[in-house]
């Protein structure tokens, strides 16, 4: 029905930067909240960054001026800017996104793949 497609470069120096996207495709009407998460070896998935209907946005405090979120919606699009890197920014990645679909409009929550992220000292 609808799909969530990641992308973006998975290795990376400490102190350095990484983009990723999330694009949504399929019978889309509208997309609501996108949002990234972050599951690192052995701990609990953990939310990263919200896109609030494109309004708003909210951070964990650890990635707090480090990591930027913003959409583009138009292409159902997310993006998850990443500075300043640390090794403990290690995980896999999951895009979400709260999705109205079409014809329908009921809503489904859906996921991306996942995308592990490696940060390196």
């Known amino acids: 029905q609808v799909q969530l497609v990641e992308s973006g470069v998975g290795l990376v120096q400490a102190g350095r930067s990484l983009r990723h996207s999330c694009a949504a495709s399929?019978?889309?009407?509208?997309?609501?909240?996108m949002s990234w998460y972050r599951q690192a070896p052995g701990k609990q998935r953990e939310l990263v960054a919200t896109?609030?209907?494109?309004?708003?946005?909210n951070y964990a405090d650890s990635v707090k001026g480090r990591f930027t979120i913003s959409r583009d919606n138009a292409k159902n699009t997310v993006y998850l800017e990443m500075n300043r890197l640390k090794p403990e920014d290690t995980a896999v990645y999951y895009c979400?996104?709260?999705?109205?679909?079409?014809?329908?409009?009921?809503?489904?929550?859906?996921w991306g793949q996942g995308t592990l992220v490696t940060v390196s000292s």
């Open positions: 979400n996104a709260g999705v109205t679909l079409r014809p329908s409009l009921t809503f489904l929550e859906v």
């Open positions: 896109s609030i209907s494109g309004v708003s946005t």
């Open positions: 399929g019978r889309v009407f509208v997309v609501n909240d």
